[in-house]
C-alpha cells in the first residue's frame, strides 16, 4: 500500500492559478505512473493529466495548454499546477499512483472552487 497526501485546493476568481500537490509515502522509481482525476458534482470521476515512469506526460483535452503536470523525485511529490483556471473546472482533485502489475493508491481528494 502508498499512502497519499493531498494539499493546495482551495477558492479563486477565474483566471487564476493554484497549484497541487500530493505527497507519497514510496518513491517515485518504485511507482509505474502517478496523475490527477477529478469529479465535478453529480458527474463521473474523469482523468485530467497523468505521468508515467519514463516521464512522459497526458492530458485531457478540456485541460491542454493550462494545466502541467510534474514530479520531484527528491521529495517523492506529484504536482499539478493549475493555470487560467475556469468555473468548470471545479472539482474534487484526487490524485493516484500506480506500482507492480495491479498496485493503485488514491488521495484524500481536494477540493478546487474557481469562481466567475
Known amino acids: 500500500q502508498v499512502d497519499l497526501v493531498e494539499s493546495g485546493g482551495g477558492s479563486v476568481q477565474s483566471g487564476e492559478s493554484l497549484r497541487l500537490s500530493c505527497t507519497t509515502s514510496e518513491r517515485v522509481s518504485y511507482l509505474t505512473g502517478m496523475g490527477w482525476y477529478r469529479q465535478a458534482s453529480g458527474k463521473e470521476r474523469e482523468l485530467v493529466a497523468r505521468?508515467?515512469?519514463?516521464?512522459?506526460?497526458e492530458y485531457d483535452a478540456s485541460v491542454k495548454g493550462r494545466f502541467a503536470v510534474s514530479r520531484d523525485a527528491d521529495k517523492n511529490t506529484l504536482y499539478l499546477q493549475m493555470n487560467s483556471l475556469k468555473p468548470e473546472d471545479t472539482a474534487i482533485y484526487f490524485c493516484?499512483?500506480?506500482?507492480?502489475?495491479?498496485?493503485?493508491?488514491w488521495g484524500q481528494g481536494i477540493p478546487v472552487t474557481v469562481s466567475s
Open positions: 505521468i508515467g515512469q519514463a516521464g512522459y506526460t
Open positions: 493516484y499512483v500506480t506500482w507492480g502489475p495491479r498496485g493503485r493508491s
